[in-house]
């Protein structure tokens, strides 16, 4: 019978919503293939995770739990993976399109010589059974398409399904023991240093306020779009304008060859609406621009738009939100 392996994401010990979405992508596969789930936890001390997702409808949780897989460092993380989709006869491997899942699965699928969906954004039906719809070109285009091999692998973009809600029940808990040097990786973790902030990350939160190259610089960006974020508890997006020209940092770029995002409300200040960017944001569910200009890309997929120097408008908007309470 199939199997599909879903593996899980987690931070702090607590489980991230990627996870939940890749599930709900499973969960919409296993319909259509009459598959179980399986879920896969990696780390070091992460039986809570674990247990987090025992409610979930999977039939086994496979722990892998040891000193060398406490970072998801990709080689080791692979070779992981694809030994216990072997050991579980899983014939799909899924995860996030996140960084991590896009850093990690394309290996698992050379380990286990598999055609890859990657970004997938529906399953899909089609001539040849179970398929899945995935964007190309910046998202110009949505191709529908099917993995040949017998193994699958398989990216699910986050922002494109609902987080699986628990379905009750409780799966079974088994222990992997994990073999992380057998991957002979010549890559070593040494450290990670994290932005520190209270904000929600870009990925999980409901409203995304994003600044782009109207902003001028580095001290514009913050001035004009932090109390902006702390107005709405927002994330703080940039456009890859914005980051190549210095004003925001890296982890911030929305867009094709940034993070994807689709929260309840994207207010992009200073932006074009270059097609790169939409890629990124466009699913949003309301979109606000503000813009000098009442003639860019961006006007034509906002929700509203407000022709206003955001030096000015943006500082009168925070103002009026707090008046709100
Ligand atoms: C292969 C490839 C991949 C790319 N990937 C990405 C990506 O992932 N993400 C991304 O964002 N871009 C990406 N780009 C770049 C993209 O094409 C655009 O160059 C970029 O999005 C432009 O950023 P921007 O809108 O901030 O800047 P600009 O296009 O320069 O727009 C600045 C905007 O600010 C407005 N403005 C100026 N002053 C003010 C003011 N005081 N108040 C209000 N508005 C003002 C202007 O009217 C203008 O609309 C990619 C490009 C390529 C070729």
Same mark, same amino acid.
């Given at each position: 019978?199939s199997k599909i392996l879903?593996?899980?994401?987690? /931070?702090?010990?607590?489980?991230?919503?990627?996870?939940?979405?890749?599930?709900?992508?499973?969960?919409?596969?296993?319909?259509?293939?009459?598959?179980?789930?399986d879920?896969?936890?990696?780390?070091?001390?992460? /039986?809570?995770?674990?247990? *987090?997702? @025992? $409610?979930? &409808?999977?039939?086994?949780?496979?722990?892998?739990?040891?000193? %060398?897989?406490?970072?998801?460092?990709?080689?080791?993380?692979?070779?992981?993976?694809?030994?216990i989709a072997q050991a579980a006869d899983a014939d799909v491997v899924?995860?996030?399109?996140?960084?991590?899942?896009?850093?990690?699965?394309?290996?698992?699928?050379?380990?286990?010589?598999? &055609?890859?969906?990657?970004?997938?954004?529906?399953? #899909? %039906?089609?001539? %040849? +059974?179970? +398929?899945?719809?995935?964007?190309?070109?910046? $998202?110009?285009?949505?191709?529908?398409?099917?993995?040949?091999?017998?193994v699958?692998?398989?990216?699910?973009?986050? !922002?494109?399904?609902?987080?699986? *809600?628990?379905? $009750? $029940?409780?799966?079974?808990?088994?222990?992997?023991?994990?073999?992380?040097?057998?991957?002979? !990786?010549?890559?070593?973790?040494?450290?990670?240093?994290?932005?520190?902030?209270?904000?929600?990350?870009?990925?999980?939160? %409901?409203?995304? #306020?994003?600044? +782009?190259? /109207?902003?001028?610089?580095?001290?514009?960006?913050?001035?004009?779009?932090?109390?902006?974020?702390?107005?709405? &508890?927002?994330?703080?997006?940039?456009?890859?304008?914005?980051?190549?020209?210095?004003?925001?940092?890296?982890?911030?770029?929305?867009?094709?060859? +940034?993070?994807?995002?689709?929260?309840?409300?994207?207010? *992009?200040?200073?932006? !074009? &609406?270059?097609?790169?960017?939409? *890629?990124?944001?466009?699913?949003?569910? #309301?979109?606000?621009?503000?813009?000098?200009?009442?003639?860019?890309?961006?006007? @034509?997929?906002?929700?509203?738009?407000?022709?206003?120097?955001?030096?000015?408008?943006?500082?009168?908007?925070?103002?009026?939100?707090?008046?709100?309470?």
């Amino acid at each position: 019978m199939s199997k599909i392996l879903v593996v899980a994401e987690h /931070g702090n010990g607590t489980v991230r919503k990627a996870t939940l979405t890749t599930l709900q992508m499973a969960r919409d596969l296993a319909a259509k293939k009459g598959s179980s789930i399986d879920i896969a936890v990696l780390g070091h001390g992460v /039986g809570g995770v674990a247990e *987090a997702l @025992k $409610g979930y &409808g999977a039939e086994t949780i496979h722990v892998a739990d040891h000193a %060398d897989l406490a970072y998801p460092l990709a080689p080791t993380w692979a070779k992981v993976i694809a030994d216990i989709a072997q050991a579980a006869d899983a014939d799909v491997v899924a995860m996030s399109a996140s960084t991590t899942g896009k850093d990690i699965l394309p290996r698992v699928a050379a380990r286990l010589e598999a &055609g890859m969906a990657s970004d997938v954004v529906a399953v #899909v %039906d089609t001539d %040849d +059974g179970p +398929g899945f719809r995935r964007p190309m070109w910046a $998202g110009a285009l949505l191709a529908d398409v099917v993995i040949d091999s017998d193994v699958w692998v398989v990216t699910a973009r986050g !922002s494109a399904f609902d987080a699986a *809600a628990a379905t $009750g $029940g409780s799966s079974d808990i088994e222990a992997f023991a994990a073999d992380p040097a057998a991957a002979a !990786s010549r890559t070593r973790f040494v450290k990670f240093d994290a932005t520190a902030s209270d904000r929600p990350s870009l990925d999980e939160a %409901d409203v995304v #306020v994003a600044g +782009g190259r /109207g902003l001028k610089s580095a001290e514009g960006f913050s001035q004009v779009m932090e109390p902006l974020a702390d107005a709405f &508890g927002a994330a703080i997006g940039a456009s890859r304008a914005a980051v190549d020209d210095g004003y925001a940092p890296n982890d911030y770029q929305i867009g094709q060859t +940034g993070k994807v995002v689709a929260p309840q409300l994207y207010v *992009a200040v200073a932006i !074009s &609406g270059a097609i790169q960017h939409l *890629a990124g944001m466009k699913n949003s569910k #309301v979109i606000v621009a503000i813009n000098t200009r009442d003639d860019e890309p961006i006007h @034509k997929i906002a929700d509203y738009s407000l022709k206003a120097d955001a030096f000015t408008a943006v500082p009168e908007l925070v103002e009026k939100l707090a008046a709100r309470g």
